[in-house]
């Protein structure tokens, strides 16, 4: 490699961003066109993360991936800038702020993948949903504070088991047994992948003695790490999980023998409080994990075209560079729009919106999981033969994480019918089509397409056990067209989304219009200016 090339990889990697925040211009548009004036008081504590995220804990991931959590003596062990990153995460005051506000910090921190904190927040923040809507009043007394505390050497975090070897997705298959004893509760059974091994607080599901099958017998408590006096609260870690991703978070098998337990809520409501509850709060925010990963990887990708030559010229300058760019703008400013979008939906007291947050939540989850693999791994492209390198540059992490954040709280199949049984079961159909109708003629026109196929899907089982993902994917991409009108995207990314995923038949070789629509998206970011 001859000096000239040397410092344009130098130039490159000195580009990057000290703050993430101020490397998302995106995100204060959306805050502003939400909170109007308001959206000035989130701007320095944002900023401030996001200037952690990128000058804290990103380096610190470094030494996570090369050295991950180990099993010793039955306890979880980690490199010393595992905490080095949690004090940073937990300083930020994440899970006690607003929707809004922590829904833009996670997408703040995902700019580092999982970073080994993103799925314990995840995590935590349902736990403590869970416990403030059902937990009783000495329940959430001893065991709320500590989850809320922003000092990560003092605080307790959260976990959530459920699988179970048998069960997977089939959560009504599980066999771990709960068995009164006295005002409590003991557990005993295993579950399968355990995520956030090391946490202090287990969200366990369990089926109490006489409970009947299936989900409707599925009881939800909570499970102290340890007795009263220190000691282990009889579960054991068998071991830990080699994971293709997240690999800085520690993931195990845990077998409880008689463990003392405490219910959320009453027995009956289990399922429902363990669904409803704890898997919709990780796949909102599992979406702005991927939302977030995408932004972090258009930023490596765009930046690294402008910089590398090839042929006598910046990368950036060829057609089918700057249009993979231009795609990869799309997929992360439409992420970021639909997930925002789900967010304004967050503890709604509206039984309409509650309904629309219940079915959207999972339909994006599903679709933002998607484009962030897809986005990984266009990045990765970007960079060519770099891009697969690991101290290179975040892009491998972020694309291992990525295929990690598709198979977390359900797999794509399992929401898409949980979707479509929702819908059904709710009469929610106007209520979500209504909510997406009116931003835009053009996503109006795509809506009055799906709405009769939607139909079919809730009136003909076995039609939409085939095709019914295709219509929840185009829902989504309806949603988050819709979104960036609200927000006040520019027309050349609404444009392009519409083209490319809404527009029947639609080919870019037979559009005109298609170069300069590329050309548009990118003439936006500073990263990658049009060509000439």
Same mark, same amino acid.
């Given at each position: 490699?001859?000096?000239?090339?040397?410092?344009?990889?130098?130039?490159?990697?000195?580009?990057?961003?000290?703050?993430?925040?101020?490397?998302?211009?995106?995100?204060?548009?959306?805050?502003?066109?939400?909170?109007?004036?308001?959206?000035?008081?989130?701007?320095?504590?944002?900023?401030?993360?996001?200037?952690?995220?990128?000058?804290?804990?990103?380096?610190?991931?470094?030494?996570?991936?090369?050295?991950?959590?180990?099993?010793?003596?039955?306890?979880?062990?980690?490199?010393?800038?595992?905490?080095?990153?949690?004090?940073?995460?937990?300083?930020?005051?994440?899970?006690?702020?607003?929707?809004?506000?922590?829904?833009?910090?996670?997408?703040?921190?995902?700019?580092?993948?999982?970073?080994?904190?993103?799925?314990?927040?995840?995590?935590?923040?349902?736990?403590?949903?869970?416990?403030?809507?059902?937990?009783?009043?000495?329940?959430?007394?001893?065991?709320?504070?500590?989850?809320?505390?922003?000092?990560?050497?003092?605080?307790?975090?959260?976990?959530?088991?459920?699988?179970?070897?048998?069960?997977?997705?089939?959560?009504?298959?599980?066999?771990?047994?709960?068995?009164?004893?006295?005002?409590?509760?003991?557990?005993?059974?295993?579950?399968?992948?355990?995520?956030?091994?090391?946490?202090?607080?287990?969200?366990?599901?369990?089926?109490?003695?006489?409970?009947?099958?299936?989900?409707?017998?599925?009881?939800?408590?909570?499970?102290?790490?340890?007795?009263?006096?220190?000691?282990?609260?009889?579960?054991?870690?068998?071991?830990?999980?080699?994971?293709?991703?997240?690999?800085?978070?520690?993931?195990?098998?845990?077998?409880?023998?008689?463990?003392?337990?405490?219910?959320?809520?009453?027995?009956?409501?289990?399922?429902?409080?363990?669904?409803?509850?704890?898997?919709? =709060?990780?796949?909102? @925010?599992? +979406?702005?994990?991927?939302?977030? $990963?995408? %932004?972090?990887?258009? #930023? &490596? *990708?765009?930046?690294?075209?402008?910089?590398?030559?090839?042929?006598?010229?910046?990368?950036?300058?060829?057609?089918?560079?700057?249009?993979?760019?231009?795609?990869?703008?799309?997929?992360?400013?439409?992420?970021?729009?639909?997930?925002?979008?789900?967010?304004?939906?967050?503890?709604?007291?509206?039984?309409?919106?509650?309904?629309?947050?219940?079915?959207?939540?999972?339909?994006?989850?599903?679709?933002?999981?998607?484009?962030?693999?897809?986005?990984?791994?266009?990045?990765?492209?970007?960079?060519?033969?770099?891009?697969?390198?690991?101290?290179?540059?975040?892009?491998?992490?972020?694309?291992?994480?990525?295929?990690?954040?598709?198979?977390?709280?359900? =797999?794509?199949?399992? @929401?898409? +019918?949980?979707?479509?049984?929702? $819908?059904? %079961?709710?009469?929610? #159909? &106007? *209520?979500?089509?209504?909510?997406?109708?009116?931003?835009?003629?053009?996503?109006?026109?795509?809506?009055?397409?799906?709405?009769?196929?939607?139909?079919?899907?809730?009136?003909?089982?076995?039609?939409?056990?085939?095709?019914?993902?295709?219509?929840?994917?185009?829902?989504?991409?309806?949603?988050?067209?819709?979104?960036?009108?609200?927000?006040?995207?520019?027309?050349?990314?609404?444009?392009?989304?519409?083209?490319?995923?809404?527009?029947?038949?639609?080919?870019?070789?037979?559009?005109?219009?298609?170069?300069?629509?590329?050309?548009?998206?990118?003439?936006?970011?500073?990263?990658?200016?049009?060509?000439?």
């Amino acid at each position: 490699m001859n000096d000239e090339a040397r410092a344009a990889l130098e130039h490159w990697r000195a580009d990057r961003p000290q703050s993430f925040y101020d490397a998302t211009p995106g995100l204060e548009e959306a805050l502003r066109a939400r909170l109007g004036e308001r959206a000035a008081e989130l701007e320095p504590g944002l900023r401030t993360f996001g200037a952690v995220v990128a000058q804290v804990v990103d380096p610190a991931v470094l030494a996570l991936e090369r050295e991950g959590p180990r099993l010793e003596f039955g306890e979880v062990r980690f490199h010393p800038a595992y905490a080095e990153a949690g004090r940073a995460v937990w300083a930020s005051g994440l899970l006690a702020a607003p929707p809004l506000e922590s829904a833009a910090l996670f997408y703040l921190l995902a700019h580092a993948g999982e970073a080994g904190h993103a799925c314990p927040v995840a995590c935590t923040a349902g736990l403590i949903r869970a416990l403030r809507a059902h937990g009783s009043p000495a329940l959430q007394e001893r065991f709320l504070p500590p989850l809320l505390e922003p000092d990560y050497d003092r605080c307790q975090r959260g976990a959530q088991f459920l699988t179970e070897i048998q069960g997977g997705s089939d959560v009504g298959a599980n066999r771990t047994r709960a068995v009164r004893a006295g005002a409590a509760w003991r557990i005993s059974g295993e579950k399968w992948f355990c995520s956030v091994a090391d946490a202090d607080q287990f969200l366990v599901t369990a089926r109490p003695e006489g409970a009947p099958p299936g989900t409707r017998g599925i009881g939800c408590f909570l499970v102290p790490r340890r007795t009263g006096d220190g000691r282990p609260n009889g579960f054991r870690l068998r071991r830990l999980k080699d994971k293709l991703g997240t690999r800085a978070l520690a993931t195990g098998e845990i077998e409880f023998a008689g463990a003392q337990a405490y219910p959320i809520g009453a027995l009956e409501d289990g399922f429902r409080i363990a669904a409803g509850v704890v898997l919709n =709060t990780s796949r909102w @925010l599992n +979406a702005l994990g991927s939302a977030g $990963l995408m %932004r972090r990887a258009y #930023l &490596e *990708a765009s930046s690294f075209a402008a910089h590398r030559t090839a042929f006598g010229q910046r990368l950036a300058d060829f057609p089918l560079v700057r249009e993979n760019l231009a795609v990869m703008r799309v997929e992360e400013a439409a992420a970021l729009a639909s997930t925002l979008a789900v967010t304004d939906l967050v503890d709604s007291p509206d039984p309409r919106e509650a309904t629309c947050f219940r079915i959207l939540v999972s339909a994006n989850k599903f679709v933002t999981a998607l484009a962030g693999t897809h986005v990984a791994r266009r990045g990765i492209e970007a960079l060519g033969g770099n891009g697969t390198v690991e101290d290179f540059s975040p892009l491998p992490r972020l694309l291992r994480d990525s295929l990690v954040f598709e198979s977390w709280e359900g =797999t794509h199949n399992v @929401l898409c +019918a949980q979707v479509l049984r929702d $819908l059904a %079961r709710l009469d929610a #159909l &106007e *209520a979500v089509l209504g909510r997406l109708a009116g931003a835009d003629g053009r996503v109006d026109s795509a809506l009055s397409r799906l709405e009769p196929r939607l139909r079919r899907c809730l009136e003909e089982p076995e039609w939409a056990a085939l095709h019914g993902r295709r219509q929840v994917w185009l829902l989504v991409r309806a949603l988050q067209a819709a979104s960036l009108v609200r927000d006040g995207a520019s027309e050349a990314l609404v444009e392009l989304l519409l083209r490319r995923e809404l527009t029947p038949g639609w080919e870019a070789a037979d559009d005109a219009g298609y170069p300069g629509l590329v050309e548009a998206v990118l003439r936006e970011e500073s990263g990658v200016e049009a060509a000439g």
